[in-house]
């Protein structure tokens, strides 16, 4: 009897994650070492297996430990590397912030239309994601950075709900406030992370001489998790 290879650790053997097709020709992505059985095995007919990885491989924040951080509606108001003001603490200019990842992860992360949460500074990565899609997409027409840099500065005078409000991509990802000063609290750490966002987005966007970088404004017709931005 024929018995498939095993399997690396990251990959699943399951049913649901295996498709096998059977040919009467070689298939050209049949591993040799499994054409080799098989055509020890079934001299007259081809079996092609193929596997996929059932471990979405999503890049999660660092910043895992909050003990000491303040927080808002379940969302850690993490410190930055901003001028910009609000209630973000500082952060040191030498280390990287959640900002950087977000920024950093971004072109991975994207893909992916699940995102399995481990720490509250996952949940605002995930927030960050999304934000970075949607400038991304006001970018997609602009040619210039100056045109660029006008459609960031609208964005940011844009409103920013927070949970609990029209408009909040993400509903159950944060908790309702409780008061009133807890949902201003969130509202202006989130309207700070954004711009600061938006600030280093253009870096990337846009090339030293003002013209578009392909490699990232093209990642504005990506939906993260399945988001359809307007």
Request: aromatic share 8%; hydrophobic share 40%; net charge positive.
């Amino acid at each position: 009897a024929f018995l498939p290879p095993r399997l690396p650790p990251a990959i699943s053997s399951t049913t649901s994650d295996a498709a096998c097709l059977i040919s009467l020709a070689p298939a050209a992505t049949t591993p040799p070492g499994l054409l080799r059985v098989l055509n020890r095995s079934l001299p007259s007919v081809d079996v092609h297996c193929t596997w996929r990885s059932s471990i979405a491989m999503v890049y999660h924040s660092s910043f895992s430990d909050d003990d000491g951080i303040t927080k808002a509606c379940g969302c850690p108001l993490l410190p930055l590397k901003t001028h910009i003001k609000g209630p973000a603490p500082a952060s040191d200019s030498d280390k990287a912030d959640i900002v950087d990842e977000a920024i950093t992860f971004f072109r991975a992360n994207v893909f992916f239309k699940n995102f399995h949460v481990k720490s509250l500074a996952d949940k605002l990565l995930i927030y960050l994601t999304s934000y970075i899609n949607i400038a991304l997409k006001r970018l997609e027409s602009c040619r210039t950075l100056a045109v660029g840099t006008k459609a960031i500065i609208n964005l940011g005078l844009e409103n920013v709900p927070v949970p609990g409000e029209p408009g909040f991509p993400f509903p159950g990802l944060f908790t309702l406030p409780e008061s009133e000063e807890e949902a201003e609290l969130l509202r202006n750490y989130l309207k700070q992370i954004r711009e600061e966002t938006s600030g280093r987005l253009l870096n990337c966007a846009y090339r030293a001489n003002g013209t578009p970088n392909k490699w990232w404004l093209a990642f504005a017709k990506r939906k993260f998790m399945n988001l359809v931005i307007l």
